[in-house]
């Protein structure tokens, strides 16, 4: 864990007290000195993954970065004590990546979804990012991985000198994943999710406005209720009857 930035553990979470500029700049440097750190980009499914699975929850603590993505968890934050908390949604923070990898000139890699999206998320990179180098685009199988092909993407990542790598195999899949490979993946290592989705077109992002009023979750859910709405239908009343049982608990601990 960067010791440099205060966090707040909602239900035991860990989430950090980071701005998007200072987040960006952390990941440069370390992209620079080609050092293998991950990056955990936290909602509220991966905050009740993490409150149902000590092991889950011991691997997102031991991030290098905890950004709070879910506008819940920024809120909560604040209600917290937070002197600072802001959103960081994975989409914004992924094209900042990008803005700011073109920017040095640094090698990208992309890990995780469909074959299809893969390669329309790297046509888009050489297009609007043309100083950008993508290292590597794996779509992995959804099966578990041999200790052979495990090592055969680790050595492909490595080869092309990959320094920032999107991971997108959804929560809580890409934490473990990023997780097991610190130390083998020479690399900042991203988990950014549906982004992936985002990025490709194969998914709509909710509009601006409705990002800004906390709504985003309910615009996924129009557009995915089949996919998303035992998550949201569990997890969100879960969280929120969780989270202010440990709000409770503090305040009246200090009474």
Not at 149 to 178: H, S
Request: aromatic share 10%.
């Amino acid at each position: 864990m960067n010791p440099s930035f205060n966090h707040k553990y909602i239900l035991g979470m860990r989430v950090d007290e980071i701005s998007i500029d200072k987040s960006l700049a952390l990941i440069i440097d370390w992209a620079n000195r080609r050092e293998s750190k991950y990056i955990c980009v936290s909602n509220v499914h991966m905050c009740m993954e993490a409150f149902d699975k000590s092991s889950f929850q011991n691997i997102v603590n031991s991030s290098d970065q905890v950004v709070p993505d879910g506008m819940p968890l920024a809120v909560g934050m604040r209600l917290l004590g937070s002197k600072y908390s802001q959103q960081i949604r994975g989409a914004d923070l992924t094209r900042s990546i990008l803005e700011h990898a073109n920017n040095k000139g640094l090698v990208i890699g992309l890990y995780g979804g469909t074959e299809e999206a893969v390669a329309k998320i790297v046509s888009i990179i050489k297009k609007e990012y043309q100083s950008i180098t993508v290292g590597c685009g794996i779509s992995p199988p959804f099966h578990a991985l041999s200790e052979q092909q495990d090592n055969q993407y680790v050595k492909i990542i490595n080869d092309a000198n990959v320094q920032i790598l999107l991971v997108g195999l959804g929560c809580p899949k890409q934490e473990i994943w990023m997780a097991k490979h610190k130390g083998k993946v020479n690399a900042v290592m991203v988990g950014v999710g549906a982004v992936f989705d985002f990025l490709s077109g194969t998914k709509m992002e909710a509009p601006r406005w409705i990002q800004n009023i906390g709504l985003e979750w309910l615009f996924r859910l129009l557009s995915e209720p089949n996919r998303l709405w035992k998550r949201y239908a569990i997890h969100n009343p879960r969280f929120i009857i969780y989270f202010f049982k440990q709000l409770l608990s503090i305040r009246l601990g200090k009474a």
